[in-house]
């Protein structure tokens, strides 16, 4: 994807070929700034911090902290250090732990000399099989874009709800939920998006409406409950948002708030898809539900919103009275039979155990 015209990943390795380069998402969209990641504490605080955030970005941060890790440590002690620290920083994203387990796979029984050199190797194809995912997912979400605009008179666009950023900010390029937009806008096909605020952090405000302005995608901004009343008068054609985690039985965990789009789609008989790569898939998780374990973040990302002054500073600002009690639950799950299809680097699956092991039968496999 571009910013300003040029040609941008969200992760990369820097020119002196070891450090790892990431767009601080917590300055969007006010202010795009890079930061320079040099030690695996440098890593682990991007993910906490939200510096670096996406179910698939995660996982390839988390690749390269573990170069970071071997870069100054090889032995088996800081292998093990750099998992557990890793792992530890965002217990919903499962792409998290597919990353780490990817990387200890390709260095754990390797000469300690090889082992920095084969990491940075592993974590650049984590990167370069994301990308290939996204595309992949890209392709055939538009299958989907295509055929409510065969029904549309002619110049009409096709309205796209979506919740939270599964944009390139959230993977290392292209994206997962807005993969199908920019192919289908590159395509020529009118589209128009409506962006939920995505509340609290505002990813949608924030990250979402950044990147499709950036790319020239028409869209709106709304209030996260105005969805269902735009469900309600026909400006809604298709809900695609992304996901963190799909437990085996196609439930799937994501942004607060995913849930209640869901059912507002469902009672409207609007198609609501949820788009994600394949490592985002657990098999060893049979119920969503009551089976992903669900973020609990500090309650000051409630309790505070920051934005722009007329002046060009940025400011926080709290918007919950002193003493109120405030609970901050990172995502919700979706149920399967709210979801319409998953849309997969393999096609469009149906939200199902039997779908998604025909679909993925290595992945199944390897959970038992």
Request: hydrophobic letters at 45%.
């Amino acid at each position: 994807m571009k910013v300003a015209g040029k040609h941008t990943r969200s992760i990369w390795v820097e020119p002196d070929g070891w450090s790892v380069g990431v767009i601080d998402q917590t300055l969007l969209p006010h202010r795009f700034a890079t930061i320079r990641l040099e030690t695996l504490n440098d890593v682990v605080r991007a993910i906490v911090s939200m510096q670096v955030r996406g179910a698939p970005l995660i996982g390839a941060a988390a690749a390269y902290g573990v170069c970071l890790a071997l870069r100054a440590d090889v032995s088996d002690e800081s292998l093990d250090r750099a998992y557990a620290a890793l792992l530890a920083t965002r217990p919903t994203a499962i792409n998290l732990k597919w990353a780490l387990d990817e990387m200890l796979a390709a260095v754990r029984n390797r000469p300690r000399a090889e082992r920095a050199g084969a990491a940075y190797r592993r974590a650049a194809e984590i990167c370069d099989q994301d990308v290939a995912i996204n595309q992949a997912i890209g392709r055939n979400g538009l299958a989907l874009i295509e055929t409510i605009a065969a029904r549309k008179k002619h110049g009409e666009p096709v309205n796209v709800l979506t919740h939270c950023n599964a944009g390139w900010l959230a993977t290392v390029d292209v994206g997962t939920a807005l993969a199908p937009i920019y192919i289908a806008h590159d395509a020529g096909i009118p589209l128009h998006v409506w962006v939920d605020e995505t509340r609290p952090r505002n990813q949608g405000a924030a990250l979402t409406a950044w990147e499709l302005g950036q790319h020239g995608v028409p869209h709106a901004v709304i209030a996260d409950n105005a969805g269902g009343h735009l469900m309600q008068h026909g400006a809604v054609d298709i809900a695609i948002v992304g996901a963190d985690r799909v437990a085996a039985n196609g439930d799937a965990a994501n942004k607060i708030g995913t849930y209640l789009k869901a059912l507002a789609a469902t009672d409207n008989r609007v198609p609501f898809y949820v788009a994600l790569p394949s490592p985002t898939i657990d098999f060893t998780v049979a119920d969503g539900v009551t089976g992903i374990p669900i973020e609990q973040r500090s309650g000051e990302e409630v309790a505070t919103m920051s934005g722009i002054t007329s002046d060009g500073r940025i400011e926080t600002v709290r918007v919950v009275p002193n003493g109120s009690a405030v609970a901050n639950y990172g995502f919700d799950v979706t149920p399967a039979r709210l979801i319409t299809g998953l849309i997969t680097e393999r096609g469009v699956v149906a939200a199902s155990h039997e779908a998604l092991a025909k679909a993925f039968p290595e992945r199944c496999d390897a959970a038992k």
